[in-house]
T-cell receptor
């Protein structure tokens, strides 16, 4: 059974810092990996989708990498801003139709 | 692009009452559809998924059921709610590859 772990569980940094969020998964036979952002009481917003054949994806100040063989992904946030404060969720998809397996998230606070 | 609509946004229901949450999909046809629950302090748990009309797979035994009467409609139901059914319910769709989520329904059973 796939298990996804996110480290750290919580992170608080001053504005302007570059930061890295970590995600690991136990079964490397994934179809893709997706990073989401969740604001309090809201749904999930997709940030980046990395297919299993890809090594990284970039969108603005966000960069996600994937090392499938070692079961790891990182989300890099450059020049953090208070608006980046949210919970960041990592999720992996296996080969079937049975949905995503999620980590428990990293709760990020960017101090102004 | 795909959009997921969910309603209501919040719901307070007494124990033993019925439940019906609706999810509709816009912008794609024949997507895989999913119901997730997020309980306080816990991760997202997959409850049901559907690969087509009338096709429902359940991931965990529970007090809930799901139905897909139309290609773009996915319904989560209960005949009698329990306190433990409280949580944040999210519908998601995947036409292929990435997933899109709705804005969620906060259910409080009292």
């Amino acid at each position: 059974k796939q298990e996804v772990t996110q480290i750290p569980a919580a992170l608080s940094v001053p504005e302007g810092e570059n930061l890295v969020l970590n995600c690991s998964f136990t079964d490397s036979a994934i179809y893709n990996l997706q990073w989401f952002r969740q604001d309090p009481g809201k749904g999930l917003t997709s940030l980046l989708l990395i297919q299993s054949s890809q090594r990284e994806q970039t969108s603005g100040r966000l960069n996600a990498s994937l090392d499938k063989s070692s079961g790891r992904s990182t989300l890099y946030i450059a020049a953090s801003q208070p608006g980046d404060s949210a919970t960041y969720l990592c999720a992996v998809k296996g080969g079937g139709a049975d949905g995503l397996t999620f980590g428990k998230g990293t709760h990020l606070i960017i101090q102004p | 692009s795909q959009t997921i609509h969910q309603w209501p946004a919040t719901l307070v229901q007494p124990v033993g009452s019925p439940l019906s949450l609706e999810c509709t999909v816009e912008g794609t046809s024949n997507p895989n559809l999913y119901w997730y629950r997020q309980a306080a302090g816990r991760g997202l748990q997959l409850l049901f998924y559907s690969v087509g009309i009338g096709q429902i797979s359940s991931e965990v035994p529970q007090n809930l059921s799901a139905s897909r009467p139309q290609d773009r409609q996915f319904i989560l139901s209960s005949k009698k709610l329990l306190l433990s059914d409280s949580g944040f319910y999210l519908c998601a769709g995947s036409p292929g590859g990435g997933y899109t989520f709705g804005s969620g329904t906060r259910l409080t059973v009292v």
